[in-house]
Structures are given as structure tokens and as C-alpha cells.
T-cell receptor
Framework: DMKVTQMPRYLIKRMGENVLLECGQD?????MYWYRQDPGLGLQLIYI???????SEGDIPKGYRVSRKKREHFSLILDSAKTNQTSVYFC???????????????FGPGTRLTVL | GDSVTQTEGQVTVSESKSLIINCTYS????????LFWYVRYPGEGLQLLLK?????QKGSSRGFEATYNKETTSFHLQKASVQESDSAVYYC??????????FGSGTKLTVEP
């Protein structure tokens, strides 16, 4: 069963606290992603990981870091969370692109993070 | 940079009526990016609805269609007859480097019985 899981689904934190969002996939995909979505905006790429310990910044990496020690697991870390990091966070995975076409990205259900 | 515009945030359609959700795009690096429609049902992650990689071609899935129009840089989503089960949020997206997707803001479709 092709699946991307995210934990937790809902999280409330106070400003300055550390946040850990977890993502797992069971498809052996090399590439994994973290996005955030704010009201009225599309999903924005935070980080992309091409494989274990091979991570690259996306469009909005400031205030975030990631960790990928196993192919099936990708974590997003907020050190000292800020109120403007309140958002819905989506994890996704895919096979790496080859040739001139993109592979489908598979998404998790999202984590709604509120920073007070 | 790359961008995708969906002008309607919400659309309400009666069951069995036709639907069109507008999408226009702007790609900076290559002339013909890959174009996608993703759908998100309540409580679930986004899932690919259809994809077109060649300008002028049409993609279709589950009764939905979208044509890649390079002249108008549009990729509108259409369905001839919607059902209640089509109620969801629809996202248009483009990819230039084949790993990174740029998404529109999404259009929430509500189908009324």
C-alpha cells in the first residue's frame, strides 16, 4: 500500500519552543519534500531531500532544518518556533526525475501547526 | 520566478452540471514545463489527478480533462457532469526541473445535490 504518513496531525506550541514534524513513506522513494501552505497561497517548498543526508533548500528554508537518516523517514525541525510559522505542513515523496518528465509526488495528510 | 494562478478560491456547482476551474502559469526557465492537477479530498493528502508534459496535448482522468495551451499559458480543468464525490480542493501545478513543483493556491469545489 503506497502511503505517506505524518505525525502528529495537529500540534500547538508556544513561541520559542522546538518543534519536530515526522514523515514516513513505504515506497522506497529516494526523493522527499517538505512544503507549507498558508491561507490563499499555494504549497511552498521548504526543503527537498534527494536521499539519505542529501538535502537542499527550497524556496523558504529560513527558520527550518531537516534530517534524513533513513530513506523512508524525513523530519522537519523548527528550532525556537515563531508565530509566523503557524501553517499546514505537507510531506511528499517521489522517485527521482529522469529524462524530461516528472514523477508523481505522493503526499501525506498534513500537520496543522499552531504557534502561540 | 515560476508561478501558477488560480483565480477562483471557491466554486459551487450543482450536481450533474459542468465545471471549469481556471489555471494560468508562468515559467521562467523552459518554454514547456510539465503541468499537473492535484486534488485533495477532506482529511487526505494531495493526489495526482492528471498530468500533461507536451504542449497541445490533453490529459484526462476520472472524467476530468485539461488541455495544455502554450499560446494562452493556460491549463484549465473541466468536467462535463460533476458529482457530489468530486467535492474537494483542486490544485494546479507546474514543474520545470522535474523534481520541484510550483502550486497554485487551490480552488475549493463544492458540489450541491
Amino acid at each position: 500500500d503506497m502511503k505517506v504518513t505524518q505525525m502528529p496531525r495537529y500540534l500547538i506550541k508556544r513561541m520559542g519552543e522546538n518543534v519536530l514534524l515526522e514523515c514516513g513513506q513505504d515506497m522506497s522513494h529516494e526523493t522527499m519534500y517538505w512544503y507549507r501552505q498558508d491561507p490563499g497561497l499555494g504549497l511552498q517548498l521548504i526543503y527537498i531531500s534527494y536521499d539519505v543526508d542529501s538535502n537542499s533548500e527550497g524556496d523558504i528554508p529560513k527558520g527550518y532544518r531537516v534530517s534524513r537518516k533513513k530513506r523512508e523517514h524525513f523530519s522537519l525541525i523548527l528550532d525556537s518556533a515563531k508565530t509566523n510559522q503557524t501553517s499546514v505542513y505537507f510531506c511528499a515523496s517521489s522517485f527521482p526525475s529522469l529524462g524530461g518528465s516528472s514523477y508523481e509526488q505522493y503526499f501525506g495528510p498534513g500537520t496543522r501547526l499552531t504557534v502561540l | 520566478g515560476d508561478s501558477v494562478t488560480q483565480t477562483e478560491g471557491q466554486v459551487t456547482v450543482s450536481e450533474s452540471k459542468s465545471l471549469i476551474i481556471n489555471c494560468t502559469y508562468s515559467a521562467t526557465s523552459i518554454a514547456y514545463p510539465n503541468l499537473f492537477w492535484y486534488v485533495r479530498y477532506p482529511g487526505e493528502g494531495l493526489q495526482l489527478l492528471l498530468k500533461v508534459i507536451t504542449a497541445g496535448q490533453k490529459g484526462s482522468s476520472r472524467g476530468f480533462e485539461a488541455t495544455y495551451n502554450k499560446e494562452t499559458t493556460s491549463f484549465h480543468l473541466q468536467k462535463a457532469s460533476v458529482q457530489e464525490s468530486d467535492s474537494a480542493v483542486y490544485y494546479c501545478a507546474l514543474s520545470e526541473n522535474y523534481n520541484v513543483l510550483y502550486f497554485g493556491s487551490g480552488t475549493k469545489l463544492t458540489v450541491e445535490p
